[in-house]
């Protein structure tokens, strides 16, 4: 494996020039292709820490990103996006950004993600996050849910109800059924329901419709990242991601 390869060699030379003190920042320039990504890999995984690698651009961010799909660090890490707004804008109009955006925040904020990539403005720039609470919807075969209390807390996520699925942000109710296409979904999600009780979680193939996948849990992130669309209890505040680091810095290295 390129990254088992690349840590040995990294271990071998310039461990304690690089690796710097928890919060401390270290500029790394000229490094050829793919080793930016290895070398953020390579930290995050012999220090144990959360490592932010801020790219020049956002074209260079997606390119850093999909090197650590390359190297197989894709399960750790997230790209937090840009937003496309003007800073006293609220709303994300993009939304692929915002899903983006709410997912690398919820993923660090869980503890499932801590290698992400973003540029120095999405550094800075701040969204609505849940604090104490779920950014969104989790939901488990068997769960006692209604189909109209789910439609409605979509529609508060920011999710858009449509005649069909056809895209990310739609959701469609049909008889005991809602189709929905949340972010971070290959391919749209199938809930059905037996009075006021998930009975089956399905993922579906567009084109055809038929099912191509049971799941038992599937969650649902927001659309938009917007305090008042918060469908469940807890602290939701204006935060940039520099904020959140700054709270938790003895277990944060970053790289320019």
């Known amino acids: 494996m390129i990254l088992d390869r690349f840590t040995a060699r990294f271990l071998s030379i310039e461990l304690d020039s690089l690796i710097l003190p928890p919060g401390e920042i270290s500029c790394v ?23 932010v690698a801020i790219a020049a651009s956002p074209a260079d961010a997606e390119a850093m990103f999909a090197d650590f799909e390359a190297i197989g660090a ?44 973003t540029t120095a403005r999405g550094l800075i ?26 439609a409605e807390r979509l529609q508060k996520l920011g999710f858009e109800s449509r005649s069909s699925v056809q895209e990310l942000g739609d959701f469609v109710v049909r008889g005991g059924i809602i189709d929905v296409f949340p972010f971070g979904h290959d391919n749209p999600l199938r809930i059905e329901f037996w009075d006021d009780e998930i009975a089956s979680l399905r993922r579906f193939d567009l084109l055809t419709q038929r099912s191509i996948g049971r799941l038992e849990v599937a969650e649902i992130l927001p659309i938009v990242l917007d305090p ?18 700054l709270a938790a810095p003895s277990r944060t290295t970053r790289l320019t």
């Open 29 to 51: 320039r000229g490094l050829p292709g793919a080793a930016p990504a290895l070398l953020a890999a390579t930290i995050r995984r012999e220090t144990g820490r959360c490592v």
């Open 74 to 117: 894709e399960s750790r890490s997230r790209y937090l996006p840009q937003r496309e707004t003007l800073p006293f804008e609220n709303a994300d109009p993009h939304v692929e950004i915002s899903s983006r955006r709410a997912d690398a925040f919820a993923s660090l904020l869980a503890g499932r993600a801590d290698l992400i990539i």
């Open 125 to 150: 720039e701040r969204s609505a996050v849940a604090l104490e609470a779920d950014f969104g919807l989790k939901l488990a075969t068997g769960d006692s849910a209604s189909r109209d209390d789910l």
């Open 228 to 245: 008042s669309l918060a469908v469940v209890d807890g602290a939701w505040d204006r935060r940039c991601l520099l904020e959140l680091l």
